[in-house]
């Protein structure tokens, strides 16, 4: 089976810097993407690492190690607006199915 | 500007009835997909295409069907099937191999079973 796991739901304060933590086990691995959504209305695309290593924009960064099967998403000077859900997803074959993580619930106390 | 849309917002099925859930984009992508939304379980899969004129089953395929007759347009029909259809549905669409661009999203169907 195809499993992805991720913190249900993780609490920040304001202009703190907060890491989500996804560990994946796949059939087969070929990326790890990461989206975010509000309540209510439709994911976001995020990052995408396909290799080891940090990618970073703006004030978001994700990395990967696939050695570890071990992703995380990293947010700084973290702003009211970041309080949302962010889904770890796996490419899992050549074509561009991604299978999701349940999904980490983020809250940010002012 | 270009985007998904997806029709209606919101939906309400009687038991035993079919429903069709619209997708249409006009990003010029050839990679479409549904899948589906429930509290806690994260965003399951029901179909993708590829190609126009071609789809594949994702993980929870029963219970629904779809139809890619056009590049633009990827409409998912619940049928009496599906046991639990109530669900926030949502659709997306990518380029091929673009991984750097992720998936785009309508902004989802709420369907609700009366």
């Known amino acids: 089976g195809q499993s992805l796991e991720q913190p249900s739901e993780v609490t920040a304060v304001e202009g703190a810097i907060v890491q989500i933590n996804c560990t994946y086990q796949t059939s087969g691995f070929y990326g790890l993407s990461w989206y975010q959504q509000h309540d209510g209305g439709a994911p976001t695309f995020l990052s995408y690492n396909g290799l080891d290593g940090l990618e970073e924009t703006g004030r978001f960064s994700s990395f990967l190690s696939r050695s570890d099967s071990y992703g995380y998403l990293l947010l700084q000077e973290l702003q009211m607006k970041d309080s949302a859900s962010y889904f770890c997803a796996v490419r899992v074959g050549r074509d561009d199915k991604i299978i999701f993580g349940k999904g980490t619930r983020l809250h940010i106390l002012p | 500007d270009g985007g998904i849309t997806q029709s209606p917002k919101y939906l309400f099925r009687k038991e035993g009835q079919n429903v069709t859930l619209s997708c249409e984009q006009n990003?010029?992508?050839?990679?479409m997909y549904w899948y589906r939304q429930d509290p806690g379980q994260g965003l399951r899969l029901i179909y993708y295409s590829q190609i126009v004129n071609d789809f594949q089953k994702g993980d929870i395929a029963e219970g629904y069907s779809v139809s890619r007759e056009k590049k633009e347009s990827f409409p998912l029909t619940v049928t009496s099937a599906q046991k639990n259809p109530t669900a926030f549905y949502l659709c997306?669409?990518?380029?091929?191999?673009?991984?750097?661009?992720?998936?785009?999203f309508g902004s989802g169907t709420r369907l609700t079973v009366v």
């Open positions: 997306a669409s990518s380029i091929p191999g673009a991984f750097d661009y992720g998936y785009t």
């Open positions: 990003l010029n992508h050839d990679a």
